[in-house]
């Protein structure tokens, strides 16, 4: 059975730090691309940061230098550091295996003092 679960969301203070973390089971990640999106309230989904299977990333202009995605493909992993937190980064996240055309349920993230 193929899922992806997404853990580590949370509420943070602004200038705050989260670790998410993306378990993929079912199918090895190596041969995927693999991202991290986000959607708020109201708003179109968001492509936050990317990864390739090669390891280039590329990321959303909003996070750029805030955020770092990482991949560990022998514990078929996904993780994504956040630093820096805004309120404006609030949003349900959620893990894609780009290639395979797989996503999770997703984690909240809520920054609010």
């Known amino acids: 059975q193929v899922q992806l679960v997404e853990s580590g969301g949370g509420l943070v203070q602004p200038g705050g730090s989260l670790r998410l973390s993306c378990a993929a089971s079912g199918f090895d990640i190596r041969f995927n691309d693999m991202a991290w999106y986000r959607q708020a309230p109201g708003r179109q989904r968001e492509l936050v940061a990317l990864?390739?299977?090669?390891?280039?990333?590329n990321y959303g202009g909003s996070v750029k230098g805030r955020f770092t995605i990482s991949r560990d493909n022998a514990k078929n992993m996904v993780y994504l550091q956040m630093n820096a937190l805004k309120p404006e980064d609030t949003a349900l996240y959620y893990c894609?295996?780009?290639?395979?055309?797989?996503r999770g349920q997703g984690t909240q993230v809520t920054v609010s003092s």
């Open positions: 990864i390739s299977r090669i390891g280039i990333t």
């Open positions: 894609n295996a780009l290639t395979a055309g797989y």
